[in-house]
């Protein structure tokens, strides 16, 4: 059986799709943070088959969880306080998304004005597309290329 400390101030991202924490782990820059990050992969899950799952030791104010979940909407995030789980919140998709996704289309105004931000707005919650806001380029979902 494997043995991971408990978190006492943290969170932790459970219900990862299996094989994606790396990949989660890395888009959220958690590479970067100064402070403890267990990672497990292919954990047990009566829900999921396999899950992955990652503990982070630190403030919440480390992951914007509105990239979190336009990630992964069905990651839940369970935030501890003096080893206590206080919250279990549960993502959901954004309504807009800066930064994250780029235009691909090369007459959008995103291509020649170089220093304008990349915004998508959700335009379709079922199937998680977003668009363009200058263009309405749509751009698939991010976490099936993960």
Known sequence: MLNI???YNGFVLDHIQAGRSMAIYHYLNLDNLDCQVAIIKNARSGKMGR???I???GPLNIVD???LGFI???ITVDII???VLVEKRELKLPEKITNVLHC???RCITSIEQELDHVFVLTDKK???YSCQYCEEQQGKLWEKL
């Open 81 to 83: 306080e003096e080893g």
């Open 51 to 53: 899950k992955d799952i």
């Open 5 to 7: 400390d408990s978190i």
């Open 104 to 106: 691909k289309n090369p």
């Open 65 to 67: 969880f509105d990239i």
């Open 55 to 57: 503990k982070v030791e």
């Open 72 to 74: 992964d909407h069905n």
């Open 127 to 129: 199937n998680g597309l």
